[in-house]
């Protein structure tokens, strides 16, 4: 498995975290998800998300309403 | 899950049936067993109807005394007297699937089949079950019928209990 991409914009609360804990579930420890996003309300679930499940939040940026997380599993 | 920190545990008590009632306990329930928690539903009265194998779920005006639903840039209120009116809940519930769809917001039936994949522990009351006679055969599969006893017991084991 490598580095993957979900694809999660348009949807809301709670689609993007569970899309994002089934994709992480298929890939290898170290590899890095990037989650595109458009949920504003994202920004603060991915941060508890990764806090709460020892994942970690590589970096998230937005630009024009368009979110980017970048996750990297850990266990 | 953090290898420094115990798994938690989480139970609900489901107690309403309605379409917009069903959205807290599954979204929370599934974001929990995302997050690495452990999770038990207990559906009881109205909210054993979420466990049907075939879903209908409609909107009551009823008792939502603060049900604003946007229109036209809007909010229209809905004041408890108009579920009076013939048709109103079934416009409503009509309303509500469409924004429902529109917003990216998951149905009922998706967030029920996440739970279910995530292995979210479902307890159907049995006392509810008789009560509005329903059979097993009417309920998804993979249920526990128990009742009070039955939740008591996980409850005592949860970090967190909620009552929706």
């Given at each position: ?75 | ?8 545990n989480?139970s ?137 006893a039955?939740y008591i017991e996980t409850a005592t084991k949860c970090?967190?209990n909620?009552?929706?």
């Open positions: 498995m490598a580095d993957q991409m979900l694809d999660a914009k348009g949807l809301n609360c709670p689609l993007p975290i569970l899309r994002t804990k089934k994709a992480l579930k298929d890939m290898a420890i170290g590899d890095v998800l990037t989650v595109q996003a458009t949920d504003p309300g994202a920004v603060k679930d991915f941060e508890a998300f990764c806090r709460t499940t020892g994942n970690e939040l590589v970096d998230s940026s937005n630009a024009n309403g368009e979110y980017h997380f970048r996750i990297r599993r850990k266990q | 899950m953090s290898s420094t920190e115990p798994a938690k989480m609900i008590i489901v107690t309403k049936g309605t379409l917009d009632w069903a959205y807290p306990p599954f979204i929370l329930a599934t974001t929990a067993a995302a997050m690495g928690l452990e999770v038990t539903m207990f559906f009881t009265f109205y909210g054993l109807v979420l466990l049907k194998k075939d879903l209908n779920l409609s909107i009551s005006t009823l008792g939502n005394s603060a049900m604003a639903m946007p229109m036209m840039g809007a909010h229209m209120v809905m004041p408890n007297l108009v579920s009076a009116i013939p048709g109103v809940d079934a416009m409503v519930t009509s309303m509500m699937k469409n924004l429902i769809k529109k917003k990216g917001v998951a149905s009922i039936e998706d967030l029920r089949a996440a739970a279910v994949e995530s292995e979210v522990h479902m307890i159907a009351c049995q006392m509810t079950m008789d009560l509005f006679e329903y059979k097993q055969s009417d309920l998804i599969d993979g249920l526990t019928i128990g009742g009070a039955t970090d967190i909620l009552y929706i």
